[in-house]
């Protein structure tokens, strides 16, 4: 009886998130009687003791369920329990349920967790559509309304696809470097639970008294500061998925730099690699703003200070500037990773090495440091300084200049190539080189500052987001997870469904966004719930096409449900890839290698003959082709 | 070993040599830097990011609200106790040096000289510091400059608690003689070190910047 409590594991876990928010709890007693305050609030304006106790509950459940076991132990100076290695692999479909430190387990739990929440997003998305089928009020009311729109933004953004990127990239990556597993295992585990914390904190917000979170993904100041408890929720879990993704790009990006397998030199990278390197620069060096701008807002709210409090000397728009230094690389950080998915897909597909692969990993560099300078193009409507308007916008524009060489670099690799498009993962790769292009060119066109002074905060603005993040990055989520689908589980999906999938996908992005940009230019304003009735007939025709969209991404659970449980065996190498991780069986080892590759040469050489990106231990070490052998296709 | 009794269930792939296989095969080295201090180093970047936000806050609510005099009128703050809590800090960069030269040498006795001082300072700072804000005669509910005031000295605060908490985990395996054996592996004081000169470069500038400027 008392092994059940003192094991890692979720009845550890479940004792120790009571223990922890009783404890919370006993915090804020405390030191209100200290303060000479009455121990329970009676005015309820900022819930302390609600509030940290959703700090504290989060970090027991952490420890109960075994994150910090280990740390604790050797911090103690006791011994740790030896690393039996038992903890590596899945076998059975509740290892993925425990703290499991193998990153191939951490990749799946990375990916089916956060298509969960793109699923729950997703249906917060229909319920939007069908509020805004026809003007007026017809499903729910404005405030929930707001709450839906702000929990689906935070959803999306925060516990899909960033989480989904680092769950993809932690399976195939170390993979792809030829290293046995991530540098730090356990703080990877740790990264991963995190995750669904952050999540159930958003969800939860809406048993909050006030509803959940209305002020946007944005949560701008001082809406923010003044908004029902649901907020606080938001602050919190924002830090949680914040740690989450800072650790993790810690992880990949000591892993990149100490653990690449022999003759792996930095040109020799595959693309996936490189953009998982770029964006973990980024992570970790503007995730930390929004973890502050959240903070400021949370001790606005609870302690009542006054970072945000005209009155007292505070500054309204500092928010914005904070927020946005962190939120505009957010933006590369949720694509970038998904450059490298389209880099490894196109050059497999096309049977062409990547065209200026150099210049490619350079671009990606470009964008990290350009990023950092173009935060302030959304404020141009905040009321800043203005003479930061003029200055961002060239800024703005300039980072056009190395998406623009990535795009080009895509048409140069297809140009002449043999494209295979037997994978669905090849068509998603062709559909969001042209969908991301249309949404970048509308962000260029928000660049300009008279522009987006006429479209701001209309659904211009919201077309142009759902262009390149759903054109954009949802379009390489699915090119990856088709393209890996084989490796991460050794089953091959159904193509049929696939291109099913693919088509309702494709017609139904450009159906929903498209005619957004129309009624946005004619002014109808986002984030209402109802609108004037001249933009009645567009607006449905937005909800039809949503509501299809929404219906095919369940053919697309059920391919891979079906798929994972009942479909063909997959071969080692389905698709003719030259990177390392084909070279290993689908599923890999446990262990990945029994002795790590040798790297000699690209990882593109495709068409050129005899050409080698790496040699498997046991392999004849036969002399490598060099590139002067020949000129591909 | 129990690893080996488990079954492989896709064995077949990696496994045709048929020798047992107790664990990963170890990592290709490719870079001079170790793991640990690069990750400490990668972790401190982020640490310096986030200070910089609330540094961002401080200097909108001072250069951007532009209130007529900085500290707004009524505040004061101590600048000599502070002053006197800096050179702790400082002293106390120092003293964790002391320890890791000492380790360097293989002189345990050192080492563990040197983390007990880093420690007792580091601690000694850390009521200092409680005492200011006890004495201070303002929150942080007091306009926007105790706001600031206190965030970017609390946030420093927290961060020399977290020092600590990594310095008695070393003092701690220190004087268990996790470092007897083989005192060329050493990352557990060192990577607690670089922490630590963090923590007291960081309180540079905070003071510089608070209590100076």
Known sequence: ?633 | MESASVPLPHGAGGHATGHDHHGPPEANVSSRIDRQTLGILLFIVSEVMLFGSFFASYFFLRVVVNPETWPPHPFELPVAVAGMNTAILVSSSFTIHYALEAIRKGNKAGMKLGLMLTWILGLTFLFVQINEYVHIGFSARTEAFGTIFFSLTGLHGAHVFIGLCLLTAATIRAFRGHFDKEPEKHLGVEVPGIYWHFVDIMWIVVFFTVYIL
């Open chain 1, 1 to 633: 009886m008392v092994a059940t409590f003192t094991r890692p594991g979720w009845y550890r876990a479940a004792l120790c998130t009571v223990l922890a928010a009783a404890f919370g709890v006993g915090i804020v007693v405390v030191l209100r009687a200290i303060s000479g305050l009455p121990a329970f609030q009676s005015e309820q304006t900022g819930y302390p003791q609600v509030v940290v106790p959703l700090i504290t509950a989060p970090l027991g459940f952490l420890l109960g369920i075994g994150c910090f076991d280990y740390w604790l132990r050797w911090g103690f100076g006791l011994p740790t329990i030896p690393d039996d290695h038992s903890s590596h692999g899945a076998y059975s479909w509740k290892d993925y349920f425990k703290v499991n430190t193998d990153h191939k387990v951490i990749g799946v739990q990375y990916v089916v967790t956060s298509f969960i929440f793109f699923l729950i997003g997703g249906l917060m998305a229909m319920l939007i559509r069908a509020e805004l089928a026809q003007p007026g009020t017809q499903i729910v009311g404005a405030a929930t309304f707001n709450s839906l729109f702000s929990t689906h933004a935070v959803l999306m953004i925060f516990v899909f696809i960033i989480p989904m990127f680092a769950g993809m990239a932690n399976y195939v990556l170390p993979l792809m470097i030829g290293a046995p597993d991530m540098a730090f295992p356990r703080l990877n585990a740790l990264s991963y639970w995190m995750l669904p914390l952050a999540g159930i904190l958003f969800l939860a917000s809406f048993l909050a008294p006030g509803g959940a979170f209305d002020a946007g993904w944005t949560g701008y100041a001082p809406l923010s500061t003044g908004a029902p408890l649901g907020q606080s929720f938001f602050n919190i879990g924002v830090q949680f998925a914040g740690f989450s993704s800072i650790f993790t790009a810690l992880n990949f990006l000591v892993t990149i730099i100490t653990m690449r397998a022999p003759g792996m030199t930095f040109w020799r990278m595959p693309l996936l690699v490189w953009a998982n390197l770029s964006t973990s620069l980024l992570v970790v060096a503007a995730t930390p703003f929004i973890s502050g701008a959240q903070f400021m807002v949370l001790l606005d709210r609870v302690l009542h200070t006054n970072f945000f409090q005209f009155g007292a000397g505070g500054d309204v728009i500092s928010y914005q500037h904070i927020f946005w230094f962190y939120s505009h690389p957010a933006v590369y950080i949720m694509i970038l990773p998904g450059f490298g998915i389209i880099s490894e897909v196109i050059s497999v597909h096309s049977r062409k090495p990547i065209f200026g692969y150099r210049l490619m990993a350079l671009a990606l560099i470009g964008i990290v440091v350009l990023s950092y300078s173009v935060w302030a193009h959304h404020m141009f409507v905040a009321g800043m300084f203005s003479w930061l308007r003029v200055p961002m916008m060239l800024t703005t524009l300039l980072i056009a200049v190395p998406t623009g060489i990535k795009i080009f670099s895509w048409l140069g690799t297809l140009y002449f190539g043999k494209i295979h498009t037997k994978s669905t993962a090849m068509l998603f790769a062709l559909a969001m080189i042209v969908t991301f292009t249309v949404g970048g060119i509308s962000g260029v066109m928000l660049g300009m500052v008279p522009f987006d002074i006429h479209v701001s905060d209309t659904y211009f603005i919201v077309a142009h987001i759902h262009f390149v993040l759903f054109g954009g990055s949802v379009f390489t989520i699915f090119a990856g997870l088709y393209h890996w689908f084989p490796k991460m589980t050794g089953r091959m999906y159904d193509e049929k469904l696939g291109r099913v999938h693919f088509w309702g996908t494709l017609i139904g992005t450009w159906g929903t966004f498209i005619p957004m940009h129309w009624v946005g230019m004619d002014g109808m304003p986002r984030r209402v719930a109802d609108y004037a009735s001249q933009f009645g007939n567009w607006n449905l025709l937005i909800s039809c096409f949503a509501f299809m969209l929404g219906a095919v991404q369940l053919i697309f659970v059920y391919n891979m449900i079906m798929s994972w449980r009942f479909g063909p065996k997959a071969p080692a190498n389905p698709w003719g890839g030259k990177s390392i991780e084909w070279l290993v069986s689908s599923p890999p080892p446990v262990f990945n290698f029994d002795e790590i590759p040798r790297v000699v040469g690209g990882p593109y050489e495709y068409g050129i003959p005899g050409a080698r990106h790496a040699i498997m231990p046991g392999e004849g070490a036969e002399v490598p082709a060099t590139r002067q052998t020949m000129v591909g296709s």
